[in-house]
């Protein structure tokens, strides 16, 4: 099986790639090339049983997907994308990457031809939704989002299903939780600070909350990131229908459960590193997210994800920081 990733240079890119060199296979095919694409040069995995290409590219870029579209990967992890902050701060570089970059893609696929048609497995967001939210969204729930990233990423979802009834390529949407705890360094995604002030503190840093802790949102690992992703290429898509976008499961929490949780795996000194500091800006853009979901059908068709924040918690002390706290 030959796999593209785009955006292989990011954290879910990097963790899916680790795990794929682990397994060796995907959907019970052995793998036999994997090519990693991003704008900053993906790392080369170590001991992988198979050959590994990498390549710095951009896909918002005239010729790029047509480029990569022509090698015929068998599936295609589509993980690339502007982060929400940064979107809705540069207009044009977020509906260049979010919404030309994809189309480019699909377009690409479409025109190979001669029967080419791969899996897609798209990332997208829960930003697609905007208030006034019911209690728990269901995936019926009207998309109408409230930001220039939501925006773009329910576009790509329109084509990505239509491209897929079409017949031209065999897509899957996943909309993704908010990932947290995020491993290394803050980036310019606005919901950055729920896993800054986890990330940090378990490093013996402080960090600062710029909203209040009643904050509710909807929450997953990586691992469970990951998890969404291999599912989700090896899905029998007959079972998920037309209806090719899913909001994947998650953990509904407000940061004062997430602090909580952080006491009791860490204890009282390391939650007291969190500083609150109020930001009107990030305080404007989150009250607009959703806060639960209902994803019974997602779970209904083998997703999985955490039931308690204490969990991702301890995924991070175990994947990240080999079993130590505080730095």
């Given at each position: 099986?030959?796999?593209?990733?785009?955006?292989?240079?990011?954290?879910?890119?990097?963790?899916?790639?680790?795990?794929?060199?682990?397994?060796?296979?995907?959907?019970?095919?052995?793998?036999?090339?994997?090519?990693?694409?991003?704008?900053?040069?993906?790392?080369?995995?170590?001991?992988?049983?198979?050959?590994?290409?990498?390549?710095?590219?951009?896909?918002?870029?005239?010729?790029?997907?047509?480029?990569?579209?022509?090698?015929?990967?068998?599936?295609?992890?589509?993980?690339?994308?502007?982060?929400?902050?940064?979107?809705?701060?540069?207009?044009?570089?977020?509906?260049?990457?979010?919404?030309?970059?994809?189309?480019?893609?699909?377009?690409?696929?479409?025109?190979?031809?001669?029967?080419?048609?791969?899996?897609?497995?798209?990332?997208?967001?829960?930003?697609?939704?905007?208030?006034?939210?019911?209690?728990?969204?269901?995936?019926?729930?009207?998309?109408?989002?409230?930001?220039?990233?939501?925006?773009?990423?329910?576009?790509?979802?329109?084509?990505?299903?239509?491209?897929?009834?079409?017949?031209?390529?065999?897509?899957?949407?996943?909309?993704?939780?908010?990932?947290?705890?995020?491993?290394?360094?803050?980036?310019?995604?606005?919901?950055?600070?729920?896993?800054?002030?986890?990330?940090?503190?378990?490093?013996?840093?402080?960090?600062?909350?710029?909203?209040?802790?009643?904050?509710?949102?909807?929450?997953?690992?990586?691992?469970?990131?990951?998890?969404?992703?291999?599912?989700?290429?090896?899905?029998?898509?007959?079972k998920v229908g037309p209806r090719r976008n899913l909001s994947m499961p998650g953990l509904s929490a407000t940061v004062g459960e997430e602090l909580a949780a952080l006491r009791r795996v860490a204890g009282d000194e390391i939650a007291g590193l969190v500083r609150h500091e109020p930001d009107p800006k990030i305080q404007a853009i989150v009250a607009g997210w959703p806060r639960n979901f209902d994803t019974s059908r997602a779970r209904a068709l083998g997703f999985q994800a955490e039931s308690e924040f204490?969990?991702?918690?301890?995924?991070?002390?175990?994947?990240?920081?080999?079993?130590?706290?505080?730095?």
């Amino acid at each position: 099986m030959d796999i593209l990733i785009i955006g292989a240079a990011g954290m879910v890119g990097r963790k899916l790639v680790d795990r794929l060199v682990a397994d060796g296979s995907l959907a019970g095919q052995a793998i036999s090339k994997l090519t990693l694409v991003d704008v900053v040069e993906p790392s080369a995995p170590q001991g992988a049983g198979f050959a590994v290409a990498t390549e710095t590219a951009d896909l918002g870029e005239p010729g790029t997907a047509a480029r990569l579209a022509a090698a015929r990967p068998d599936v295609v992890f589509h993980l690339a994308g502007v982060v929400s902050g940064e979107a809705e701060e540069n207009f044009e570089k977020g509906y260049r990457v979010n919404v030309d970059g994809s189309r480019n893609l699909f377009e690409a696929i479409r025109l190979e031809g001669d029967d080419y048609r791969p899996r897609v497995v798209f990332t997208s967001s829960i930003a697609v939704f905007g208030a006034p939210f019911p209690e728990a969204i269901h995936d019926e729930f009207l998309s109408a989002p409230l930001t220039s990233y939501g925006a773009q990423k329910a576009i790509a979802e329109l084509l990505l299903a239509d491209y897929s009834r079409k017949g031209f390529l065999d897509g899957i949407g996943i909309r993704l939780p908010t990932i947290c705890i995020r491993p290394g360094k803050p980036n310019l995604a606005a919901s950055g600070f729920f896993s800054n002030i986890l990330r940090e503190p378990l490093s013996g840093k402080e960090a600062v909350l710029p909203v209040e802790e009643s904050v509710r949102h909807w929450f997953a690992s990586p691992r469970a990131a990951v998890g969404f992703l291999l599912h989700a290429a090896a899905i029998d898509l007959e079972k998920v229908g037309p209806r090719r976008n899913l909001s994947m499961p998650g953990l509904s929490a407000t940061v004062g459960e997430e602090l909580a949780a952080l006491r009791r795996v860490a204890g009282d000194e390391i939650a007291g590193l969190v500083r609150h500091e109020p930001d009107p800006k990030i305080q404007a853009i989150v009250a607009g997210w959703p806060r639960n979901f209902d994803t019974s059908r997602a779970r209904a068709l083998g997703f999985q994800a955490e039931s308690e924040f204490d969990e991702i918690i301890r995924a991070h002390v175990e994947d990240e920081l080999d079993g130590k706290i505080g730095g």
